[in-house]
C-alpha cells in the first residue's frame, strides 16, 4: 500500500460513511411530517391551523419553538465538546509526528508523517463545521410573523444542523482512527 491509496481510502471512508449516514435524515417530505406530528402534539391541531387569539393555542405553539430550540442548544453543546476533543488530538498528532524518527517516516511503503496531517487536516474540517454550527442563524423575518412559519423554519434547521454535526463527528472518528494507525505502525 503507497501514501496515495492510504490517503484515498481514508478520505474515501470518511465521505462514503458521511453520505450513508446523511441518508438515513429524514428528506424535506419526512420533515413535514415530523413538524405535523409535533404540531398535532403541541397544538392538538392540524398544521398549520392556529388561532392567535387562543391562549392555548399561543401556549401550545410556544412550547413547540422551545422544544425544537433545545435540540438545536444540544446540538450546539455537541459540537463544543468536539472542539475541545478535536484540538487535543491535533496537539497529540503534531507531538506525535516531530518525534518520528526519519528512519521510520516511510513504513510499509506509507508516509506515516503525511497521514498524521491527514488525519489532523480531518479534525480541523471537523472543528470549522463545528464553528459553522456556532453562527447565528435568523433566518427571514417573515418567518416570525405567525407561529407555523417559525415552526416549519425552525424544525428544518434543525435538520441541516444534524446533517453538519453528523458528517463533524465522522470526520473525528476516521481522523482518530487514522492518526491511531499511523502512531501504532511507528510503534510496533
Known sequence: MNTTLAA????GV????????????PGFVATNTLRDNLWRRYLDKVYPNYVATDPNDRTGAD??????????????????GILPFNSIVIAAFGFERGQIDQSLTVLKNV???????LAMALL????????????????P????????AEVQSTIHLVRQRSVVLEVAIICSIVALVVGAL???????
Not at 508516509?111 to 496531517?117: A, P
Not at 480541523?124 to 456556532?134: F, K, Q, T
Open 111 to 117: 508516509d506515516v508523517r503525511f497521514m498524521l496531517v
Open 14 to 25: 470518511a465521505l462514503v460513511w458521511s453520505v450513508i449516514a446523511t441518508l438515513r435524515f
Open 8 to 11: 484515498s481510502i481514508a478520505v
Open 141 to 148: 423575518l417573515a418567518s416570525y410573523a405567525v407561529f407555523a
Open 124 to 139: 480541523a474540517l471537523s472543528s470549522l463545521l463545528c464553528l459553522v454550527l456556532m453562527l447565528v442563524r435568523y433566518g
Open 63 to 80: 412550547r413547540l419553538v422551545s422544544y425544537a430550540e433545545r435540540i438545536i442548544d444540544r446540538q450546539i453543546n455537541k459540537a463544543r
Open 182 to 188: 499511523m502512531i501504532g505502525l511507528i510503534e510496533l
